[in-house]
């Protein structure tokens, strides 16, 4: 699944898809959005991988991934030469074998890497974790993904475990008790907004579009954590992922109403 912020930054989806119905429908989507996906692999002889989700009665989701021969682009079907163009690439865990290719290519250049760690994290060995973890800019771990990856049950332990393998700035998500930002030397929780749950599907990805998107523009981690706070409490008012993914607009009013002022 691939998210893109609406807040008015240029991205593109580096992912792989057959010619198929699943496939078309994650093309036409990402396109109606803005996303650029010239360096999209279309495989007409792999079917596109696809999810069922199921909701229970507050919104929290359990997914069931399909994995098909479509699930990810192997590492020599992705342009490099696109990547490197980029201010920052965003990656999975899901495929450590793919995520070291992309952090060595990348290592020399002024392109900085970010990466979703799931909770799956701790399957890979620690030797090729450490060989990405150097690279990554920026972590974005749910506590599960923090505690598989790092083995520690504390989020400030785990946080400060992955700083000193190399990470700059790790943002832990804690669902309805907020986020935490951890960089060397500072720490920073933002408490999460309380909203009605239709649908946490596609949460943290948005959290991070946005959160990646404010970097971009060079923002605090204060106002990034906000906004992408705000983003994601507006996302999970709608059954799917997609449905109600904010303008930057409507992420500040959104805050406005909350009774909080815009951080700068």
Known sequence: MLRRSRLRREAGAVCKVGMDGYGELAKSDL???GVDISHMVVDPACETYFCMVLLDDTGEKALTIVETSGFLPKPEEVDLAYLKTAKRVHMTSLDMTLAAHVAQALDGTQTLLSMDIEATAGTAPA???DS???RVD???PNEAGLAALTGCTGLE??????LARGVQTVVVTCGENGVWVFRKGYSHHCP????PVQDTTGAGDCFNAVFLSGLVKGWTMERCAQYASA????AI????SRTKLPSRAETEQFILEKGEALCS
Not at 157 to 162: E, N, V
């Open 127 to 129: 030797a090729v974790w």
């Open 231 to 234: 983003a994601a409490a507006i």
């Open 132 to 134: 990405v973890l150097k």
């Open 192 to 195: 999460a907004f309380s909203v």
């Open 157 to 162: 332990a785990g946080a400060q475990q992955l």
């Open 237 to 240: 008012g709608a059954v799917g």
């Open 138 to 140: 920026t972590a974005f």
């Open 31 to 33: 396109q109606r959005r």
